[in-house]
Nanobody
Framework: QVQLVESGGGLVQAGGSLRLSCAAS????????MGWFRQAPGKEREFVSS????????HYADPVKGRFTISRDNAKNTVYLQMNSLKPEDTAVYYC???????????????????WGQGTQVTVSS
């Protein structure tokens, strides 16, 4: 069992930045690829970014490429999402997820993920 707790969400003006964190506990963190997803009101959950278990491979959704950066610190059992140049359309609840794997891929479908956090709200005002 892995517990994931997101933090760092909040209210920010368009053009601003936020850094989300997801702290993991329960199992060896380096055995898990990690992903960030988001869900806006009235919309389906969508992929944002993911990172391989070693951190060497990253994957981004097109809407966030060049603005968001995913990283991880396996010594701290934490994955981060640095969000810059935020737009009102980035407003959503952001979730982190963990995928147990022996692979070093960063690309998985949402249903492949084994554990999910409770989410943190990000609101970007115009």
């Amino acid at each position: 069992q892995v517990q994931l707790v997101e933090s760092g969400g909040g209210l920010v003006q368009a053009g601003g930045s936020l850094r989300l964190s997801c702290a993991a506990s329960g199992r060896t963190f380096s055995y898990y690829a990690m992903g960030w997803f988001r869900q806006a009101p009235g919309k389906e959950r969508e992929f944002v970014s993911s990172i391989s278990r070693s951190g060497t491979n990253e994957h981004y959704a097109d809407p966030v490429k060049g603005r968001f950066t995913i990283s991880r610190d396996n010594a701290k059992n934490t994955v981060y999402l640095q969000m810059n140049s935020l737009k009102p359309e980035d407003t959503a609840v952001y979730y982190c997820a963990a995928k147990a794997t022996l692979s070093y891929s960063a690309i998985y479908d949402s249903y492949d993920y084994d554990y999910w956090g409770q989410g943190t709200q990000v609101t970007v005002s115009s």
